[in-house]
């Protein structure tokens, strides 16, 4: 009988994977790189071996959730592929190696020997492969390796809060690498809607880190999906903790397993950030939280806020609209295939539950350049990022008799200010306000923007 004994080289594999911090017994691995096993209790090794790596309820090949090859000579850059690195009378080391495009998650390792008169495969364990920022092929590439430690290896930061006229600054522990949050990450897939309206097909769309991150971006807030973080803004938090109280992630996560997956009590949007970041940190995906001080919350689409007011100056509570002393979300970095090479990059990901986005609260990504030219009919959610960065707060005076709303006056250039993030390396607040939009009364594409 075919039974071999395997050695998943945890130490090698998890240093050359930037892996390491994980505190795991099972191997974790980035994609588009090779990883080493040996195994013994094979004859022939080199000859006759065939492998099977798979992962997802229903793995086929066809949704590339199932590969099988033999051991070749060189590696393979499109598929899985096996290249002998050495042999002994009864054992094998093997590199292994995923395409940089794979889908990820936990996959089951199998190894078939065709001489042993067995038709069955003999399962060498499971492994765990993640997204790869240090990899050129992977759509979450990262060129600046100082950036990659900070946005993916980094567990603690800074977020940013206050007011335009003082703006404060506050530590959070991501804890990405803790005990069992790797895998309550990974349970977040599988409980989210997609999954479980279509388990083999929301695996195999698990390759794309936009598919991945607005999933995510769904499942960290409670309100569709039995998610992670219930929001409150009433000021009153009973059976719950005040949002403020919180300071990591960790604790969070695994409030929400020990709980049976039910949603933790309470967040804001601080909170909701703060716990995407260690999701996507977690997998690999490059992430940071940003703040943005003064920021819109268009509900109805038209690009702008608008306060009304009666005959004698009082404010009426009319319309959606509002606007937050600042506000907080993520940008994850990635390539954009679907827009075109101009948009990849920085994307904005906000698990805040403001607005509904394809019937259910998610917001993203979208490509922070297609917010700056103002390209607003892009995927995904542009428009409600755009006008959180960009709205004109506009003034009505309404006649409650009439119906009739009259324009006093507009303000063009106070939403969207000192928008926020730590500086790589550094506790220090670095302005990406610039990035977000052009300077008012600066040329954009030939337009002026006013």
Known sequence: MFLPSTNW?????????????????????????????????????????????????????????????????????????????????????????????AVIG??????????SGSSSPATLGTFVLLFNPWSSGDDVFMSNKAECEEYVLEEFGIIFS??????????????????????????????SLNYRQDPATDVSHRNDPKYLGRVLSAMVNGNDDQGVVLGNWSG??????????????????????????????????????????????????????ITNFSSAHDADGNLRVDEFYDASGNHLERGADSV??????????????????????????????????????????????AIKEGDVELDYDCPFVFAEVNADRMYWNYDPATGKKTLIFSKTTTIGQFISTKAVGRDDRVDVTSDYKYEEGKYNNNTLVL
């Open 9 to 101: 080289h945890l130490k090698e594999n998890t240093r050359d994977h930037h892996t390491s911090k994980f505190s795991s017994k099972e191997l974790i691995v980035r994609r588009g790189q090779a990883f080493v096993v040996t195994f013994s209790g094979i004859e022939q090794p080199e000859q006759n071996l065939t492998f099977i790596a798979e992962t997802g309820p229903k793995p086929s090949k066809q949704a590339k959730t199932q590969a099988t090859f033999g051991i070749s000579s060189t590696v393979s850059k499109e598929n899985w592929s096996a290249v002998l690195q050495s042999t002994s009378s009864n054992s094998a080391s093997i590199a292994i190696s995923s395409p940089a495009n």
């Open 106 to 115: 936990r996959y089951k390792l199998s190894v078939q020997s065709t001489s």
């Open 162 to 191: 206050g007011n335009t006229h003082h703006i404060n600054s506050f530590g959070w522990n991501f804890g990405q690498f803790q005990g069992d949050i790797l895998n309550i990450c990974l349970s977040m897939l599988d409980r």
């Open 236 to 289: 009153n938090y009973e059976g719950g903790k005040s949002p403020s109280s919180w300071t990591g992630s960790g604790e969070i996560l695994q409030n929400w397993k020990k709980s049976g997956f039910k949603p933790v009590r309470y967040g804001q949007c601080w909170v909701f950030a703060a716990v995407l970041t260690t999701v996507l940190r977690c997998l690999g995906i490059p992430t940071r939280t």
């Open 324 to 369: 937050w002393n600042f506000h907080v979300w993520n940008e994850s970095w990635f390539s954009r295939s679907d827009l075109g090479p101009s948009y990849s990059g920085w994307q904005i990901l906000d698990a805040t539950p403001q607005e509904e986005s394809g019937g259910i609260y998610q917001c993203g990504p979208a490509s922070r350049n």
